[in-house]
């Protein structure tokens, strides 16, 4: 049922006051030297969106290059100027690899692995213990695991620093796998860790690895519930830079120079459900963010200058529970969403819904298939990419109510379970596959 007023099942939203945001995390490319193109999941803006130009359309084995990945994982690559980074677990270790993607090469080709502590696998089929996507300033690579290993290296692979976050501040409680990615903040890296028991914020400086701050993010969201594997935005407030972090059934809002607590929405899990772990992350765009949660059940957008306004549940622009998104991230462009269901009335449907009202503006079916969607949606120009976990890309063009799949393309490697993002890369795209990273476009 779609609902543009405010719903019953959100009576429980308490709101405190903090500023209207905007997405606002800068792009590196000016830096001189290795410019980060992709620095961290879902790229510079948070918003799974590229203005690069002329990306590919179609390809398939024979005309992609690719490299073998050794060990195990998850990771969406970062890019920075002629490299792609990554994480997985390779004979017993945590392991940040470096690929070479100058366009001169014959194929891309690992430049550089380096341990950072031991790997402790995974629990779920999908998952890793390098499931989390690293950061990037263009000059460091900080990476991060389920092992609690925080650690950064420079581009030529030596290590920075390196501190185990679970042995400083307690062991991880999660049911599945680590699926929260680190996000860069100026000149920090924030990580956020919800979960059954202590759960906290921790920023730390990206050059040094001194802490900077850590806040408690304590709610009472019952069991599994508690427990997240999102990823925060660095947005804006007021001109000042904050972090907003979903799970837990609350949305926070943290200051980013200090870590003090802003503002906080809770209600999203009215009817106390055990089993609402989270995983989609929310995204942000000027006054508006919005919300998957329920199990992929739900959709909600806040309109943050009317939090800070004290209005209360009037907040809350628009609630959908006839959609949603469990694990892919839905996409963010000049007011409309984008996003892929992998829910089981509807799964393998594309979505555009306005932002602003939360009607859908058109939607696609997407061709059948076995497998699901792990993998969050990438939209460039008038096109948008949607990867399932059998690696079969489907293309949608042009984003609007004509709208309709203009290419499926597939590689060799097929294996279960294909959960990284597609990347663009300087007019390629970049494609982790279970076992390889493909190399697409000329």
Request: some cysteine.
């Amino acid at each position: 049922m779609f609902k543009v007023s405010v719903p019953a099942v959100a009576a429980g939203l308490f709101l405190s006051t903090w500023i209207a945001a905007q997405s606002g995390v800068a792009d590196d490319s000016s830096q001189a030297g290795n410019s980060a193109s992709w620095p961290q999941w879902r790229g510079p803006s948070q918003q799974g969106v590229t203005d690069q130009p002329s990306l590919p359309t179609s390809w398939d084995e024979a005309a992609a290059k690719r490299v073998a990945i050794p060990g195990d994982g998850g990771s969406t690559p970062v890019i920075a100027g002629q490299t792609a980074y990554l994480t997985s677990g390779v004979d017993g270790k945590n392991t940040l690899i470096a690929i070479d993607i100058n366009p001169d090469l014959a194929e891309p080709t690992i430049r550089w692995q380096v341990p950072l502590g031991e790997d402790r696998g995974n629990k779920h089929r999908k998952g890793s213990g390098s499931n989390p996507s690293a950061i990037t300033d263009g000059k460091h690579v900080v990476a991060y695991f389920r092992s609690g290993d925080l650690a950064c290296v420079n581009t030529d692979g030596k290590l920075v620093w390196q501190v185990n976050i679970q042995e400083k501040f307690g062991e991880d409680s999660l049911w599945w796998d680590l699926g929260s990615s680190p996000v860069k903040v100026g000149s920090m890296v924030v990580v956020a860790v919800m979960q059954t028991g202590p759960s906290y914020l921790a920023a730390f400086d990206i050059a040094t690895g001194e802490l900077k701050w850590k806040t408690d993010r304590l709610t009472d969201a019952p069991k599994e519930a508690a427990q997240s594997y999102s990823t925060p935005l660095e947005v804006e407030i007021n001109g000042e830079s904050a972090i907003a972090t979903l799970g837990a059934d609350h949305l926070t809002i943290h200051r980013s120079a200090d870590g003090k607590e802003l503002g906080r929405l809770g209600g999203f899990n009215p009817g106390g459900e055990e089993f609402f772990r989270s995983i989609a992350s929310p995204v942000a765009e000027g006054n508006l963010i919005i919300c998957p949660y329920s199990r992929g059940a739900t959709l909600t957008a806040v309109d943050m200058q009317k939090v800070v306004a004290g209005e209360g549940q009037d907040a809350i622009l628009w609630f959908r529970d006839d959609i949603g998104s469990d694990v892919p991230t839905p996409a963010l462009r000049d007011g409309v969403v984008y996003m892929v269901s992998d829910v089981k009335h509807d799964k393998g449907t594309a979505y555009a819904l306005s932002a602003d009202t939360g009607e859908t503006q058109w939607t696609v079916d997407l061709p059948r298939t076995r497998r699901s969607y792990s993998s969050s949606p990438l939209v460039a120009g008038n096109r948008m990419y949607v990867t399932s976990e059998d690696a079969i890309t489907q293309v949608v063009e042009p984003l609007g109510a004509d709208a309709k799949v203009i290419r499926t393309n597939e590689v060799a490697d097929d294996e279960e379970y294909t959960v990284a993002s597609l990347v663009p890369i300087n007019g390629r795209l970049g494609l982790r596959t279970k076992n390889y990273f493909y190399l697409i476009g000329n």
